[in-house]
């Protein structure tokens, strides 16, 4: 999330925030009316939902975090009602440990909050008044009907008001951050609120009994910080693949680094939504990572190459796509990576396709790979220089590379620093 969030996803925080605070005055009006056991047990619960909170898993690429603690929430909401919003303190009181920023502090607790209260009030409209979950209350049809009901309630406004807010601020696609963010896990996610059940059958029958429910909850946990852990590994080999690949030249060394830099500079530029500039960018990081079927002696040869070799060469974009498509977190790149020696007249490879109809991040990343291509023969053979290299890429606008790319990419140069981009990210690896 940025720094600087835009006027909807402020708005979005401050409509959460009223709503979050109103249910919160309501729900501690009835949580003064509990009996001082109740209270107990509620600060019990509260001090499971830190502790729970504080072990929360964040979940690339837009850090939307999923904690156990819904579990806790669920439960709480199933035994105590519309009291349970205090929980939404715990959450506040975990926050601050992690120190979190006041507006995500207060986001988050009127989050909770929110989503505690509908949850209670659907489920109390079936089993007015409040019927704590017990084993008899299981035998009930009403009552199975109402925590199911109360249960999607309470998970699609926790999990609506996160990803509207993420979309927002990141300026992306709302599926795209559901999709993004929930894809491996959603068994997981769908598990939590059946495990509050759990708690608060548990509860009913002796309050300490719900302490069983911990090892589960332990072990969703770690299932999906797995999940997490192995998205984060697979992306880092691929991306120590591409790096390794690139060091057979000292040319190349750090290439797809530069490549996605520049192609960061560009999606600036051109103001794409940061979903969008995302996938491109962490296309851009391996987009040549096909070159792993293609010999030494072809790649690095002195002189012209033959008619097959030149075939060898042109297989690595469909090579480095099939790599990727089965990896999560680039499959959405792969169309990039096909696509990046496409040119705007048509006369690329490996489909020709020409001008709106290459993915235009294949256009990006083809300006940015041609740019550095040039810049690192500047650096170690010192035959050409940078004014020439600009000159040629404005040659190339409409030729080899879409014009609107080229004109973004010469702003966002000239943007940057006087003394072109090479003074930012060197060639030199
Ligand atoms: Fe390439
Ligand atoms: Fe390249």
Same mark, same amino acid.
């Given at each position: 999330?940025?720094?600087?969030?835009?006027?909807?996803?402020?708005?979005?925080?401050?409509?959460?925030?009223?709503?979050?605070?109103?249910?919160?005055?309501?729900?501690?009006?009835?949580?003064?009316?509990?009996?001082?056991?109740?209270?107990?047990?509620?600060?019990?619960?509260?001090?499971?939902?830190?502790?729970?909170?504080?072990?929360?898993?964040?979940?690339?690429?837009?850090?939307?975090?999923?904690?156990?603690?819904?579990?806790?929430?669920?439960?709480?909401?199933?035994?105590?009602?519309?009291?349970?919003?205090?929980?939404?303190?715990?959450?506040?009181?975990?926050?601050?440990?992690?120190?979190?920023?006041?507006?995500?502090?207060?986001?988050?607790?009127?989050?909770?909050?929110?989503?505690?209260?509908?949850?209670?009030?659907?489920?109390?409209?079936?089993?007015?008044?409040?019927?704590?979950?017990?084993?008899?209350?299981?035998?009930?049809?009403?009552?199975?009907?109402?925590?199911?009901?109360?249960?999607?309630?309470?998970?699609?406004?926790?999990?609506?008001?996160?990803?509207?807010?993420?979309?927002?601020a990141d300026r992306a696609n709302?599926?795209?951050?559901?999709?993004?963010?929930?894809?491996?896990?959603?068994?997981?996610?769908?598990?939590?609120?059946?495990?509050?059940?759990?708690?608060?059958?548990?509860?009913?029958?002796?309050?300490?009994?719900?302490?069983?429910?911990?090892?589960?909850?332990?072990?969703?946990?770690?299932?999906?910080k797995n999940v997490e852990d192995? /998205? &984060?590994?697979?992306?880092?080999? @691929?991306?120590?693949?591409?790096? *390794?690949? +690139?060091? $057979?030249?000292?040319?190349?060394? #750090?290439?797809?680094?530069?490549?996605?830099?520049?192609?960061?500079?560009?999606?600036?530029?051109?103001?794409?939504?940061?979903?969008?500039?995302?996938?491109?960018?962490?296309?851009?990081?391996?987009?040549?990572?096909?070159?792993?079927?293609?010999?030494?002696?072809?790649?690095?040869?002195?002189?012209?190459?033959?008619?097959?070799?030149?075939?060898?060469?042109?297989?690595?974009?469909?090579?480095?796509?099939?790599?990727?498509?089965?990896?999560?977190?680039?499959?959405?790149g792969t169309r990039v990576v096909?696509?990046?020696?496409?040119?705007?007249?048509?006369?690329?490879?490996?489909?020709?396709?020409?001008?709106?109809?290459?993915?235009?991040?294949?256009?990006?990343?083809?300006?940015?790979?041609?740019?550095?291509?040039?810049?690192? /023969? &500047?650096?170690?053979?010192?035959? @050409?220089?940078?004014?020439?290299? *600009?000159? +040629?890429? $404005?040659?190339?606008?409409?030729? #080899?590379?879409?014009?609107?790319?080229?004109?973004?990419?010469?702003?966002?140069?000239?943007?940057?620093?006087?003394?072109?981009?090479?003074?930012?990210?060197?060639?030199?690896?």
């Open positions: 999330m940025s720094t600087r969030l835009p006027r909807a996803a402020l708005a979005w925080i401050v409509l959460i925030t009223c709503l979050g605070t109103m249910t919160l005055v309501l729900g501690v009006q009835e949580f003064l009316r509990l009996t001082p056991l109740d209270w107990t047990a509620l600060a019990l619960f509260s001090i499971a939902v830190v502790i729970a909170d504080t072990y929360r898993v964040h979940v690339l690429p837009y850090h939307v975090s999923i904690t156990v603690s819904t579990v806790l929430y669920f439960g709480a909401v199933l035994t105590f009602g519309q009291a349970a919003v205090v929980l939404a303190l715990g959450c506040a009181a975990a926050d601050v440990v992690l120190r979190k920023a006041p507006v995500k502090i207060i986001f988050n607790a009127a989050n909770w909050s929110l989503a505690v209260w509908c949850s209670a009030l659907v489920w109390e409209t079936f089993t007015n008044p409040v019927m704590p979950v017990g084993i008899e209350t299981l035998r009930s049809a009403t009552a199975t009907a109402a925590w199911l009901l109360a249960g999607i309630v309470f998970v699609f406004i926790n999990a609506f008001a996160v990803t509207i807010v993420v979309a927002l709302v599926r795209n951050v559901v999709r993004s963010s929930f894809e491996g896990i959603v068994t997981q996610f769908l598990t939590l609120p059946t495990l509050g059940v759990l708690v608060a059958v548990l509860y009913k029958e002796a309050p300490i009994a719900f302490l069983i429910v911990a090892l589960p909850l332990v072990a969703v946990h770690y299932s999906l192995t /998205r &984060r590994q697979t992306s880092l080999i @691929i991306e120590r693949i591409a790096d *390794l690949l +690139e060091r $057979r030249d000292v040319a190349t060394v #750090q290439h797809s680094e530069r490549v996605a830099q520049y192609t960061r500079l560009i999606c600036e530029e051109m103001q794409l939504p940061t979903d969008l500039a995302d996938t491109v960018v962490s296309a851009a990081r391996v987009h040549d990572i096909g070159k792993i079927g293609v010999p030494d002696r072809v790649l690095f040869k002195p002189g012209k190459l033959t008619d097959q070799e030149w075939g060898v060469i042109k297989r690595h974009p469909v090579d480095g796509a099939d790599i990727l498509a089965v990896v999560t977190t680039y499959a959405a096909r696509h990046h020696h496409e040119r705007w007249d048509g006369k690329g490879y490996p489909d020709g396709l020409s001008g709106e109809a290459i993915p235009l991040g294949a256009r990006i990343v083809a300006v940015a790979d041609a740019y550095d291509a040039m810049s690192s /023969r &500047r650096v170690y053979r010192n035959d @050409i220089d940078e004014s020439t290299i *600009l000159a +040629e890429i $404005r040659r190339q606008s409409g030729a #080899q590379f879409d014009p609107l790319v080229v004109d973004a990419f010469l702003e966002a140069l000239g943007a940057r620093s006087p003394n072109g981009v090479l003074e930012r990210f060197p060639a030199v690896g």
